[in-house]
């Protein structure tokens, strides 16, 4: 008897363990691109999440989570079509945690996302053109990163405040750069300070002098560079600073990063920006955690991934369904309140009040709070470039 009950028992284990769905999320970045320098604390970000899921076995009744990465190289729609379309219908994935840069979010959304309806969080498309009121997207696509409307604003604040009224704007010719140039132009000239020009570059030039011959003509009281780290927006600073045009930089989002202050040096002390970011406990919380694991959680858009993969987890264990036609509905509602707060480091905890029934408020390693267009309301880190360094001015 006792050999037949234990029998029964292995096999009911072996059942379970067979019955035990694998869940598989995309994460679809520019591993290769003009943002390749911070792609990989991004990975980390959502590779973190998934991992302190995967330690407490409860999701969905013991479903395992594995993460795919998959290149979209930032600007390469065509790439990154095609690797979205490589990992949904090869490898199954449920959901993704992507794209990064806003061109190609864009491309993996309309293209791949929404014919085989599948849920995108984004942490860091930026554009206004992603807006749910912008863009149909059949309630599949979230942000976890605040629309550059916003940003175009918190821009507009940080100079008036510094008491600067006329600046130089150069921007990288696609969806992002367009997008954040426009939003900070109506802003800023609604406040009353001018814009001397407004002119796109191109990446991948080895020569920015004709580009910032321009800028400097139209002069200026600073350089505002919506461009990215690795690429054409290093190259009109350097530019900048050789022909003595410009010596004081605003840097957005897509300036930020350790890669920058290498290659520039000292030149870019002096210079100021902004990025998504907050003081919050759960951003402390993460870059704990962050480091534990080995990579920097301060890294642009870094908590911006772990919350966007843990976004996708819980609202899967809302939903009782790893499917994107059914958990879709409930990202919104395990993001806002009511509900009781989840920082960071307390997925699992998530998990058992969702089974429980018990609504939950995402807070999350960046303060998480879904608008209407299914996207961050924004808070900001101001900081300056000191001593060769990033250093925190203030949190907006």
Do not use: W
Request: glycine share 14%.
């Amino acid at each position: 008897m006792k050999k037949l009950l234990l029998a029964s028992a292995a096999t009911a284990l072996l059942a379970g363990a067979a019955s035990a769905e694998e869940i598989k999320i995309g994460i679809i970045l520019g591993y290769t691109g003009p943002l390749e320098s911070i792609t990989p604390a991004m990975a980390q970000g959502a590779e973190l999440a998934i991992a302190e899921v995967n330690a407490a076995g409860t999701l969905l009744d013991g479903a395992t989570v594995t993460g795919i990465r998959g290149d979209d190289g930032c600007i390469d729609a065509g790439l990154a079509t095609a690797t979205a379309e490589r990992l949904i219908t090869g490898d199954g994935i449920n959901a993704i945690v992507g794209g990064d840069c806003s061109g190609v979010t864009g491309a993996i959304l309309q293209n791949v996302a929404m014919p085989n309806g599948v849920v995108m969080i984004s942490p860091s498309a930026t554009s206004p053109g992603l807006s749910h009121n912008n863009n149909e997207d059949n309630g599949l696509f979230f942000r976890t990163a605040p629309s550059d409307a916003r940003q175009g604003v918190v821009i507009t604040d940080i100079l008036n405040d510094r008491g600067i009224k006329s600046v130089a704007l150069t921007y990288t010719n696609n969806d992002y750069g367009k997008g954040l140039a426009d939003a900070f132009q109506a802003a800023f000239e609604a406040s009353g300070g001018t814009v001397t020009i407004s002119a796109a570059h191109e990446d991948g030039k080895a020569d920015y002098s004709a580009e910032v011959a321009a800028l400097a003509s139209a002069g200026g009281e600073v350089l505002v560079v919506a461009g990215y780290v690795d690429q054409g927006g290093k190259g009109v600073i350097q530019a900048s600073l050789d022909s003595g045009a410009f010596d004081t930089f605003y840097l957005p989002d897509g300036m930020y990063g350790d890669s920058l202050l290498a290659a520039i040096g000292d030149g870019l002390n002096g210079s100021f920006g902004a990025l998504p970011g907050t003081d919050s406990d759960g951003a402390g919380v993460y870059q704990g955690l962050a480091s534990a694991a080995g990579f920097d959680g301060t890294s642009a858009f870094s908590a911006e991934s772990y919350d966007a993969a843990a976004l996708i987890m819980l609202a899967m264990q809302a939903a009782g369904s790893s499917a994107s036609a059914d958990f879709a509905a409930h990202v919104m509602d395990v993001a806002n309140a009511p509900g009781e707060p989840i920082l960071p480091g307390e997925l699992a905890k998530a998990i058992e009040l969702l089974k429980a029934g018990v609504d939950i408020d995402y807070i999350g390693a960046t303060a998480v709070e879904l608008i209407g267009p299914g996207e961050s309301a924004g808070n900001y880190r101001e900081y300056d470039v000191n001593g060769g360094a990033f250093v925190t001015a203030k949190f907006r």
